[in-house]
């Protein structure tokens, strides 16, 4: 059984791209992921456009 989800805040990244990305990739290191989850996050929410990201963090987070 996996672990739930990490909590991710997004209120005040005002839909920027990065702050997300970055906000996300800070929560994964807090939350101990392993380098190989962590990589496969990071190559799947920046292997399209912002909705691709979008839909990347609200699968590995649980996004508030």
């Known amino acids: 059984m996996e672990k739930s989800k ?3 805040r ?3 990244t005002d839909g920027n791209a ?3 990305l970055g906000a996300a990739l800070n929560k994964a290191r807090e939350a101990g992921w392993s380098v ?3 990589q496969k996050f990071k190559q799947e929410a920046t292997s399209g456009n912002y909705d691709q990201l979008l839909a990347t963090v609200m699968e590995y987070f649980d996004v508030s």
């Open 6 to 8: 990490p909590v991710l």
């Open 10 to 12: 997004l209120i005040g």
């Open 18 to 20: 990065f702050a997300i």
């Open 36 to 38: 190989a989850k962590f």
